[in-house]
């Protein structure tokens, strides 16, 4: 039997089955947030499949990931933190780079995974470990990524010509596209507003020629008589 779920609490109904398993995986990839829902109420029901497709959609869900969790409703005693699960944790920082803070420590030591965080989100780079403020290509994709990262790299790479032009060319255009949203909004609200006037003077127009008209008939309804 599908189980049907809502943002408020999972119904458990076990036993467990390969539909239930679809559904869920479904559930918390539509909202990874879920993932914490899912664990407290019904931690028998989620395994690795659940938790990457939840960590997909949301890469900070994977700070819910370690929740006694079971692979299966038999194995009462098998808990497993899947913070700790490398291709969890490389899923979650793909879609959020943020997320690396809630890996496993092991994790701020593994380039891959560093790398992938920082593609994503250069701050990111504040959290890995310190020995990624020296590695130049690590610094690179970061300030690629957001020139604001640059901070947190080293004394020697800030003094970097090419780490310092990255930056300054990301966090120029960045800026460049916040000012043209800007400047599109400022147009677009001054389009409406002027479309509104303009309907509203069309709406006067069409009322003064139709108080004018109704005169109009009035003074010849006078003179017929």
Known sequence: MVLRYSDSRPDVDLPYTEEDKKYLKEWVGEKGGRLKLLLI????RVDRDIVLSAVRQNGLALQYAFLGLRRRPEDFSVEEDLRDDRKVVLAAVTQNGLALEHAHNKFLLDRKVVLAAVRQNGLALEIANNKFRKDREVVLAAVIQNGLAIKFASDLLR????????????????????????????KTKSKKIKSKKTKSKKTKSKKTKSKKTKSKRKRRGKNNV
Do not use: M, Y
């Open 159 to 186: 003094d970097d010509n090419e780490v310092i032009a990255r930056a300054f060319r990301t966090h120029l255009s960045r800026s460049g596209n916040t000012k043209s949203k800007k400047t599109k909004s400022k």
């Open 41 to 44: 109420t019904d931690p028998a």
